[in-house]
């Protein structure tokens, strides 16, 4: 390897879009020998699965691997924290959310290598604008605890006309269980009861493991609302 391949040298003579997902590790890492570097990384690239399995580590999965100190695997839970979060800024706070795809891509972020399912509201006005959104719940690995209750209390809160609830399937496949269906018609119901209407109820996964290949299930596109 010359030092012309070098992560450092390709980000700076081609940008960081030119570099693989394990060289862009290897730059955060700073591990040395330099010519090992890249190399070392993808292994533990590998032992991570992808970049949303290593999205999901927490501090202690970092401090597992060897040869990686405290202080490394704390800027390595920064950088990939801090790259979440400007992901979910990166929308405009009063969008538009009128279709499915557009609730996924605002919630997609959020989700990205959580290994527990959790629940969202997004509280809207009546032009469909966002107003808010919360996290109302998170489960275990297979489910997750959701009422009525913390739904709406978030949109009475808002002031809000209506209300879209999302949640993920770790899985990465967002068919929709008994359970996400029993749920959906409680909150519809509830909805309709404090005159804050359920628009839609997404269920968030990854286009890879969809069978549709969308990446999320949406019971209002559904006709289950």
């Not at 979060?85 to 972020?109: F, I, N, T």
């Not at 604008?129 to 709406?152: K, N, Y």
Request: charged fraction near 25%; aromatic fraction near 4%.
């Amino acid at each position: 390897m010359t030092a012309d391949d070098l992560p450092r040298a390709r980000l700076a003579r081609l940008g960081p879009r030119a570099l693989l997902d394990a060289e862009l590790l290897a730059l955060l890492l700073g591990a040395a020998p330099p010519e090992r570097c890249a190399e070392t990384a993808a292994e533990r690239l590998r032992r991570a699965g992808d970049l949303a399995a290593l999205a999901g580590w927490e501090l202690s999965d970092y401090t597992r691997v060897p040869g990686l100190g405290p202080a490394k695997a704390a800027e390595l839970v920064a950088a990939l924290e801090l790259a979440r979060r400007a992901r979910e800024r990166s929308h405009d706070p009063g969008e538009r959310l009128d279709s499915p795809a557009k609730v996924w891509a605002r919630v997609e972020p959020l989700a990205v290598g959580l290994a527990v399912e959790k629940c969202w509201v997004l509280c809207l006005n009546r032009r469909n604008r966002l107003l808010a959104l919360h996290e109302v719940s998170s489960g275990t690995a297979t489910s997750s605890l959701l009422h009525p209750r913390e739904v709406f209390r978030q949109a009475l809160r808002h002031a809000a006309s209506a209300v879209i609830v999302a949640h993920n399937h770790p899985s990465g496949d967002p068919a929709p269980s008994h359970a996400d269906r029993a749920v959906t018609r409680q909150l519809a119901e509830a909805g309709r009861v404090v005159g804050v209407e359920l628009l839609d109820h997404v269920v968030v996964g990854r286009p890879e493991s969809d069978p549709a290949a969308k990446g999320w299930f949406s019971f209002g596109e559904a006709g289950l609302i």
